[in-house]
C-alpha cells in the first residue's frame, strides 16, 4: 500500500509539523494572553447557541 519512504516521510512529517506548532504557539504566547482574553467562554458560548438553534429547527420542522 504505502512504500517504506513514504511511511518515513509522514511520520518525520507529522513530527517536524508538530515540533512547529508548538514551537510557534510558544513563542506568542505573551501576545495570545493580551489579545485573546477569555476567547474560551465565547467559543464555548457560541457553540451553546449555534446548538439551540439546530434544536429549535428540528422541532420547528417536525
Excluded: C, E, P
Excluded at 519512504?5 to 493580551?34: C, E, N, P
Aim: charged letters at 15%; aromatic letters at 18%.
Amino acid at each position: 500500500m504505502f512504500s517504506t519512504g513514504q511511511i518515513y516521510f509522514a511520520i518525520f512529517f507529522v513530527i517536524a509539523f508538530t515540533a512547529a506548532m508548538i514551537w510557534s504557539y510558544r513563542k506568542d504566547l505573551q501576545r495570545h494572553r493580551i489579545h485573546y482574553k477569555n476567547t474560551a467562554i465565547k467559543v464555548f458560548l457560541g457553540g451553546i447557541l449555534i446548538t439551540i438553534a439546530f434544536v429549535l429547527i428540528r422541532i420547528a420542522l417536525k
